[in-house]
Nanobody
Framework: QAQLVESGGGLVQAGGSLRLSCAAS????????MGWYRQDAGKQRELVAS???????TYAGSVKGRFTISRDNAKKTVYLQMNSLKPDDTALYYC?????????WGQGTQVTVSS
């Protein structure tokens, strides 16, 4: 069964950094475009970054220049390096494909940025 497990979140002060990880199983990871999403309470889920199987990346304007998405196909893992964090980055972060068909959503990992 396809599964995504996110980790690496936490509480950090504004200006700090975190590195999120997402381990995938049950999918052909090396051929899959993957993305990182976030969702804060009362807001819609937002795609913040994606990476193709070839390593091409795209970012939402709100995180461009601060976040970096990467992948390790041997480990079936996608990463999100988050620098210069802001309180507005506070959210539950998920990984998944950026378009359908989606994998069953994982539990996400909480990122909280204090001012």
């Amino acid at each position: 069964q396809a599964q995504l497990v996110e980790s690496g979140g936490g509480l950090v002060q504004a200006g700090g950094s975190l590195r999120l990880s997402c381990a995938a199983s049950g999918i052909i990871f090396s051929l899959s475009t993957m993305g990182w999403y976030r969702q804060d309470a009362g807001k819609q889920r937002e795609l913040v970054a994606s990476i193709t199987s070839e390593g091409s990346t795209t970012y939402a304007g709100s995180v461009k220049g601060r976040f970096t998405i990467s992948r390790d196909n041997a480990k079936k893992t996608v990463y999100l390096q988050m620098n210069s964090l802001k309180p507005d980055d506070t959210a539950l972060y998920y990984c998944n494909r950026p378009t359908a068909p989606y994998v069953h959503w994982g539990q996400g990992t909480q990122v909280t940025v204090s001012s």
